[in-house]
């Protein structure tokens, strides 16, 4: 059986982005419930020197998306980071799982070779798909995804990990 780019990249971010979408939502009830300050939320750090959740939430999705459209072989789409509220970061989730569906599987098969550069100036990195894929990409995404997880339970949202997994 041969690897396939594509399903182990699009569906993965499909599956993480649907859930961080759900997570939102009860998120948007917690808040609701208890009287919070949704912007206390919305600027949590896990540490001082952490970014905060909505910064994770956006970085995940540009992670997906980049890492997409960069196997495609297609320009990554900009996102301006103006997201002040759950309901905004919902739409950027629900944004890059309609950029994702649009990425034909026949253009990420077979990328496992493709040249990726990232970044610029002294940060730029140079990867073939494969590489990107499995040690860059999904690393850094799962990394925000898991932050931004970490930050909900943390306060007191009602989450486990059948709620970060999702459906697949």
């Known amino acids: 059986m041969s690897f396939s780019m594509y399903s182990a990249s699009i569906p993965v971010f499909k599956q993480i982005l649907g859930s961080l979408h759900?997570?939102?939502v009860k998120a948007e009830a917690h808040v609701e419930d208890k009287k919070l300050d949704p912007n206390a939320l919305l600027q949590f750090r896990l540490f001082p020197d952490m970014l905060p959740f909505t910064r994770q939430i956006q970085i995940a999705a540009d992670f997906a998306k980049g890492a997409g459209a960069r196997l495609a072989g297609?320009?990554?789409?900009?996102?301006?980071?103006?997201?002040k509220t759950l309901a905004e970061l919902?739409?950027?989730?629900?944004?890059?799982?309609?950029f994702l569906d649009s990425l034909p599987q026949d253009a990420i098969?077979?990328?496992e070779e493709r040249a990726i550069t990232t970044?610029?100036?002294e940060k730029t990195k140079h990867?073939?798909?494969q590489?990107?894929?499995l040690h860059y990409a999904l690393p850094h995404f799962f990394f925000h995804a898991t932050t931004a997880y970490d930050i909900l339970r943390h306060n007191g949202l009602d989450i486990g990990k059948k709620d970060f997994i999702g459906s697949y």
């Open 131 to 133: 590489t990107y894929l």
């Open 127 to 129: 990867f073939v798909g």
């Open 119 to 121: 970044g610029s100036g």
């Open 90 to 98: 919902k739409l950027r989730i629900t944004r890059t799982l309609t």
């Open 74 to 83: 297609q320009d990554v789409p900009a996102y301006e980071d103006t997201e």
């Open 109 to 111: 098969d077979g990328s």
């Open 22 to 24: 759900a997570i939102l």
